[in-house]
């Protein structure tokens, strides 16, 4: 398969992945596809050598593995570790605002987008809606308006001179709820719950919660002279949710150590749920599979302290137009290779070790690789391996494809970038 290629099923991945729940959703089909097989917090579990299993938690963080044919004593676990949100809008639980003649939509921001580059585009919301079945549970759906129905208008510059001087600002309650329509009647107090009602199938009465993401409709592209860029929201971080699928998905037979991937939730807003990576997810998929292969506890830190992580998540490649914005030595470019994240306070987990044996499989993949750190007046963010890290005690790198334009309504990577990640992890999770 061509980069290029990889990359239209990245896209498509995208496209159809609007909120974590749908991300998620959607990972669930590849590995059904696969022959993988679903197990349930709730149930005792029975894993076996070879075995495909998948662990869904809160319909938006997924744990996959392949159980390897070597003792976990021995070959431990090989781990890709990514997330599932983006950030962005977030529909508000009372958000209807009828007044002076245009109905709105009150919304939250989710972590840290950058709010301009949602001004002026085709939006539309998808989601969970909980709402009480025919036998009076509780129950829930995905939801996903497709067609853009909202939108963030811009103040015309000339109710804003400054604006190509001072940037472009938005007062995040005063400004960002988005217009909806027009006021009609008296029923328009109901006409966003009728909204849910149709997308979930159900009597507006029936609804009793929501959690809807805000996102743009545009699909992904390909861009450049040799359409060598390829843009789309929520690159971070689903383009390394998807190469970490892709590669686990291509080596899941015979395999010597245990190859999970882990995709969270709730990374971009500090990860600290039930369901984020400095939860118990992944520690209790793992102690739950060891246990299931009759491993003692002495023998899982064993298997621990044999296994190896990649956190992947992207990179902030250098924008030549902002020249004072990276260091100098650490101008990191798209299509020229996965990049080694290095913080030394451990905002990302990369050290020595963990850097050189991520360099031999580049090696033997036959990928170039780059290195990043960040300018030293400038704080730098984290990712989920230092919470990953800390908690299972296993060795880590932080990883991810160089991208411009993180956290826009659109963002920006490289097509060669994408292939090559996929090579490398192929190798992490087969050494």
């Not at 949100?85 to 003649?101: A, C, T, Y």
């Not at 830190?301 to 992207?314: C, E, G, R």
């Amino acid at each position: 398969m061509t980069p290029h290629q990889q990359v239209k099923k990245l896209l498509d991945f995208i496209d159809h992945s609007p909120s974590p729940w749908h991300a998620v959703e959607n990972v669930v089909d590849k590995l059904n596809l696969h022959g993988f097989e679903a197990l349930q917090e709730t149930d005792s579990w029975q894993v076996q050598p070879g075995g495909k299993y998948y662990v869904v938690r809160d319909d938006s963080s997924l744990v996959a593995l392949v159980v390897g044919h070597q003792p976990l004593t021995k070959a431990g676990f090989n781990i890709v570790g990514a997330h599932t949100d983006s950030p962005g809008l977030r529909i508000k639980p009372n958000p209807q605002i009828n007044k002076e003649g245009v109905y709105r939509l009150g919304v939250e921001v989710y972590g840290a987008p950058i709010l301009a580059t949602f001004s002026d585009r085709d939006l539309s919301l998808a989601g969970r809606v909980s709402y009480l079945d025919e036998k009076g549970d509780v129950d829930r759906c995905l939801i996903n308006f497709e067609e853009p129905f909202l939108r963030l208008p811009n103040l015309a510059i000339h109710m804003n001179r400054g604006v190509n001087e001072n940037g472009l600002k938005f007062h995040k309650q005063n400004e960002l709820p988005l217009i909806m329509g027009g006021i009609h009647n008296q029923l328009d107090d109901a006409r966003f719950l009728n909204l849910l009602a149709q997308q979930s199938a159900c009597q507006p009465e029936q609804i009793l919660s929501w959690e809807l993401n805000v996102y743009d409709t545009q699909k992904g592209a390909f861009w450049g002279i040799e359409q060598e860029f390829y843009c789309n929201s929520q690159l971070d971080n689903l383009a390394s949710c998807h190469a970490g699928i892709t590669a686990l998905l291509a080596l899941e037979e015979n395999n010597a150590a245990t190859m999970v991937c882990a995709l969270f939730d709730h990374e971009e807003i500090g990860s600290e749920s039930n369901k984020g990576a400095d939860g118990s997810f992944l520690p209790d998929v793992l102690e739950r599979v060891a246990v299931s292969l009759h491993i003692s506890p002495e023998q899982y830190k064993q298997a621990l302290a044999h296994s190896f992580m990649v956190s992947v998540d992207m990179a902030h490649a250098y924008q030549p137009n902002f020249p004072s914005a990276y260091d100098p030595e650490h101008k990191v470019q798209v299509n020229k290779g996965p990049v080694i994240k290095i913080n030394v306070n451990q905002r990302y987990t990369s050290e020595s070790v963990s850097e050189a044996i991520f360099k031999k499989h580049c090696q033997s993949a036959g990928t170039p690789w780059q290195q990043y750190a960040h300018r030293g007046e400038i704080a730098c963010g984290s990712t989920i391996g230092p919470m990953l890290a800390s908690r299972l005690g296993i060795r880590s790198l932080d990883v991810g494809n160089p991208m411009w334009a993180m956290h826009s309504a659109r963002e920006t990577a490289g097509v060669q970038d994408h292939a090559d990640l996929i090579k490398v992890l192929k190798e992490v999770y087969r050494s």
